[in-house]
């Protein structure tokens, strides 16, 4: 079996969790832990280009919370529809841990190594520069894994709200 000289991945950048209800998880969270304030988002066709699942075209919907715990993001996300692998998720496990974002050092070069490995996309999309796919790894990996190619122009934009 061939072995990677290196790691692939070189930071966990985000952890995410996939919720039934955006504005209660955030009140939980922000009510009992003191994990806050969240930037909410939502994703949808009119904020993201290129929407794939499973390597096809699809135009999926979702509303996102994101906040910073130390040096990692925490993302909370609320499936809109019935097309995104956060709802086939939600209605396999329930709420719970969906994903981990790691950073990599080339975005091509680890897609093509997963493909060699037969780990292909589940989902992605381009969102203001920042181009998100997640990895079909939860068979090896136990989580998924989500890698980012982020252009040299990108800025966060203003979130559509903030809570508290």
Known sequence: MNSI???MFKNVLQVA???ENLDESMKNYWEIYGI?????YTFNKSTVKEMIIRDKYVNYEMKL???DIGNVQWELIQPLDDKSIYYEFLKKHGH????VAFAVDNYGKTINYFKQKNIGVLQGGLWNGLKYTYLD???SLSTI????????????PQPQAIYP
Do not use: R, T
Request: aromatic share 12%.
């Open 5 to 7: 000289k290196e790691p």
């Open 17 to 19: 969790v996939v919720v």
């Open 36 to 40: 806050g304030p969240w930037k909410i």
């Open 65 to 67: 919370a994101l906040c």
């Open 96 to 99: 719970g841990l969906h994903h």
């Open 137 to 139: 790894s939860e068979a």
């Open 145 to 156: 894994a989500e890698i980012y190619q982020i252009s040299k122009d990108f800025e966060w």
